[in-house]
């Protein structure tokens, strides 16, 4: 079927009920942002009824906590008519506050001046609240970590160090910049451990002994290394269904 034929199906009535319909929060507003139209998912997303938005700016939506500089990039962005996507802390008209993803598209007339522009946003209240649980999870992790007294670095496959904590970031003071861990891991093949078929075997190590000679000190230094295999997640996409 051609472009042509498939707008010849797609009438403008039903453009109209495939937006009114949209499960997305939809408002096209003209070029000061007064609002000219919105979809049920804006007035279910907002509680405003429609009779009660139109004709108002979009800005009745602001909490008035979003600092000005966004809405300066987003005006000055729209303006030069590029699409704008971003944050804002959007209130209800109960007053409640919800964080919106939106995204703004300024529709431009026939001779390519700005005449609407189109607004999608929903709410990522919760998917904020996530990650910010996350984040703080990780301080936490990190904070028992630190006030552990012994050298903890968690070492990817490819051999990059992709946490530690503070005795780790000492030693490595200590050893003016040379990486700890792949000194360990350099000692502990030296000393016959395989690492590859330990990882693979998913066994861990315990308490082997391993001698760092650093540049400059007269005495080698002992340390007691232990090993514990962690399995990494998979969060690639393809990965999304896989248990
Ligand atoms: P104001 O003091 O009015 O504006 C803050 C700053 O924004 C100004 O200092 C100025 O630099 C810039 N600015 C504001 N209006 C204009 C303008 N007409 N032209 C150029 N620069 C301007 N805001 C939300 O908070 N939530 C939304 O969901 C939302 N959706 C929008 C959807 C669309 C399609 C559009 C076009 C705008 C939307 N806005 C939204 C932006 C909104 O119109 C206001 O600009 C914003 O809410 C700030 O209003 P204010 O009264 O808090 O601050």
């Given at each position: ?21 949209s ?12 609002i ?22 979009e ?17 000055s ?116 451990v ?14 082997t ?35």
């Amino acid at each position: 079927m051609t472009a042509s034929a498939t707008q010849g199906v797609l009438s403008p009535r039903l453009f109209f009920e495939i937006v009114q319909q949209s499960p997305l929060a939809i408002s096209i507003t003209d070029e000061e942002a007064n609002i000219l139209y919105v979809n049920p998912a804006f007035e279910t997303l907002t509680a405003y009824d429609k009779d009660a938005i139109l004709g108002k700016n979009e800005s009745i939506l602001s909490h008035k906590q979003t600092p000005i500089a966004v809405y300066r990039e987003l005006w000055s962005t729209i303006r030069a008519k590029k699409p704008w996507r971003g944050t804002l802390v959007n209130r209800r008209s109960s007053g409640e506050a919800y964080l919106a993803e939106l995204h703004i598209s300024p529709v431009l007339n026939g001779q390519g001046e700005i005449h609407y522009f189109l607004g999608i946003h929903r709410d990522v209240t919760q998917l904020h609240a996530l990650e910010k649980k996350v984040r703080h999870q990780k301080t936490l992790i990190e904070s028992v970590l630190d006030s552990a007294p012994v050298v903890v670095a968690l070492i990817d496959a490819e051999r990059r160090v992709i946490l530690d904590n503070q005795a780790y970031k000492k030693l490595l003071g200590d050893l003016h910049g040379s990486e700890p861990a792949m000194l360990f891991l350099q000692a502990l093949e030296q000393d016959g451990v395989d690492l590859k078929a330990m990882c693979r075997g998913g066994r861990d190590f315990a308490d082997t002994e391993v001698r760092l000679d650093i540049a400059g000190r007269a005495e080698p230094r002992w340390f007691s290394v232990s090993g514990t295999w962690v399995d990494e997640l998979d969060s690639t996409a393809g990965s999304y269904f896989t248990p």
